[in-house]
């Protein structure tokens, strides 16, 4: 470990220094997000880091 200076026993943390209303806010609007009902005009993706197969073309192709 002293030659390539890892320390894994030294967890770094994100931490939220301050909730204002600003946060909470825009924390709420994602949460509602996600619990919005499916609907087909307006789809939303949801990225969680996983990797998903695609199984069906999205874009239909333009007339030549």
Known sequence: ??????KPW???MWCIAKIDAEYRKRMYNILDLYEA?????NPLV???????KLLTPTLTQLPA
């Not at 470990?1 to 890892?6: A, C, N």
């Not at 009902?37 to 005009?41: A, G, L, R, V």
């Not at 949801?46 to 998903?52: P, S």
């Open 1 to 6: 470990f002293k030659k390539t200076k890892t």
């Open 10 to 12: 030294i967890k770094k």
């Open 37 to 41: 009902q499916y609907d087909s005009k």
């Open 46 to 52: 949801k990225i969680n880091l996983t990797f998903k």
